[in-house]
Nanobody, 123 residues
Framework: QVAESGGGMVQAGGSLGLSCTDSEVSFTGYTLAWFRQAPGKEREGVSCVAWSDGLTDYSDDVRGRFTISRDYTKNTLNLRMNSLKPDDTATYYC??????????????????WGQGTQVTVSS
């Protein structure tokens, strides 16, 4: 079961780190991603990392501020979020998809989802 941790509340300009793991299934072979959904908005892709070559991608909103990484030995996906803005406030979801090639920020590509963790950035 995919599970996220590390959400919380922070002031604008601050930093937070999120983690995701699956206690039952290995992430081996899976492309992993972070998505977020703010109240009244659609779920959007934040960042992803491909299984095949480890290449990453970011949405324009977070590029340069967020860093995605995966720890193969710990079966963990991480997201380091710096210079947070109030617009980053959302529920953040970890997702795993079994597909090759480049990673994707499209939710339909992913098969397994966590329950989400709340990130709140105050101004």
């Amino acid at each position: 079961q995919v599970a996220e941790s590390g959400g919380g509340m922070v002031q604008a300009g601050g930093s937070l780190g999120l983690s995701c793991t699956d206690s039952e299934v290995s992430f081996t072979g899976y492309t992993l991603a972070w998505f977020r959904q703010a109240p009244g908005k659609e779920r959007e892709g934040v960042s992803c990392v491909a299984w095949s070559d480890g290449l990453t991608d970011y949405s324009d909103d977070v590029r340069g501020r967020f860093t995605i990484s995966r720890d193969y030995t710990k079966n963990t996906l991480n997201l380091r979020m710096n210079s947070l803005k109030p617009d980053d406030t959302a529920t953040y979801y970890c997702a795993a998809g079994y597909f090759g090639g480049a990673c994707s920020l499209h939710a339909a590509m992913y098969d397994y989802w966590g329950q989400g963790t709340q990130v709140t950035v105050s101004s």
